[in-house]
């Protein structure tokens, strides 16, 4: 295997949060993958999916994002098939892109300083690492509205933190049972942010793009 090949690939054709979404998929934390440039969180990826053997499971991910580059040939001793790598001018740039192993819970936290461009307003779909689905209709009066997966209801007032990058959720349960959560957003683009729950576990909110109605209806 040729790893360089394969962490240069990683580095030009995918953003910091395309590397936290395709650990993501895959069932990995990406606090359980150091490193605080891309280059770095590239080249930890690989060397934790080599240690576990998944690097093919890795090298199928990168394929179903980014089906132009074979990456199984990376795998194999002789990659000079292997077709060419996107140039660095290709590789899609995030706003305020922080690294996740920044932040952990019940340890030191780096606040997001620029976490206020963060638009939480919206529907958005939430999935854990554990494999549940839920979502949520954030609103601008201070209201959301959460319909979990088990059937349950959560609805209540957010309030998001900026200086500590903190989004706090107080309402009630279905069965009028009052609760709290409260995630600290480890990183975030306008169309998907990922954030730690107090229970440990680390959540993906990814936004759901709204189908308006043309004012003028078919005849």
């Given at each position: 295997?040729?790893?360089?090949?394969?962490?240069?690939?990683?580095?030009?054709?995918?953003?910091?949060?395309?590397?936290?979404?395709?650990?993501?998929?895959?069932?990995?934390?990406?606090?359980?993958?150091?490193?605080?440039?891309?280059?770095?969180?590239?080249?930890?990826?690989?060397?934790?999916?080599?240690?576990?053997?998944?690097?093919?499971?890795?090298?199928?991910?990168?394929?179903?994002?980014?089906?132009?580059?074979?990456?199984?040939?990376?795998?194999?001793?002789?990659?000079?098939?292997?077709?060419?790598?996107?140039?660095?001018?290709?590789?899609?740039?995030?706003?305020?892109?922080?690294?996740?192993?920044?932040?952990?819970?019940?340890?030191?936290?780096?606040?997001?300083?620029?976490?206020?461009?963060?638009?939480?307003?919206?529907?958005?779909?939430?999935?854990?690492?554990?494999?549940?689905?839920?979502?949520?209709?954030?609103?601008?009066?201070?209201?959301?509205?959460?319909?979990?997966?088990?059937?349950?209801?959560?609805?209540?007032?957010?309030?998001?933190?900026?200086?500590?990058?903190?989004?706090?959720?107080?309402?009630?349960?279905?069965?009028?049972?009052?609760?709290?959560?409260?995630?600290?957003?480890?990183?975030?683009?306008?169309d998907r942010f990922y954030a730690r729950g107090e229970d440990g576990l680390l959540y993906r909110y990814t936004r759901l793009m709204i189908r308006t109605e043309s004012a003028s209806t078919q005849a």
């Open positions: 295997m040729n790893n360089v090949k394969f962490r240069q690939a990683l580095i030009v054709s995918f953003s910091n949060e395309d590397l936290d979404s395709i650990m993501f998929d895959m069932g990995i934390d990406p606090d359980n993958v150091k490193g605080q440039s891309k280059d770095a969180k590239a080249r930890e990826l690989i060397s934790y999916c080599d240690r576990r053997s998944k690097l093919r499971d890795l090298a199928e991910q990168c394929y179903r994002e980014r089906p132009s580059i074979d990456w199984l040939a990376f795998l194999q001793q002789d990659v000079e098939d292997a077709k060419a790598v996107p140039s660095p001018s290709t590789s899609t740039q995030d706003v305020n892109e922080p690294d996740p192993d920044q932040t952990s819970v019940g340890g030191s936290y780096d606040p997001l300083p620029s976490v206020t461009a963060l638009q939480l307003i919206g529907r958005w779909q939430i999935e854990s690492i554990a494999g549940n689905f839920a979502s949520m209709l954030i609103q601008p009066n201070g209201e959301f509205f959460e319909l979990l997966t088990s059937g349950l209801e959560f609805k209540g007032h957010w309030k998001l933190d900026t200086v500590n990058g903190i989004l706090l959720l107080l309402g009630a349960l279905t069965n009028e049972l009052p609760y709290a959560f409260l995630m600290r957003i480890t990183s975030f683009s306008w």
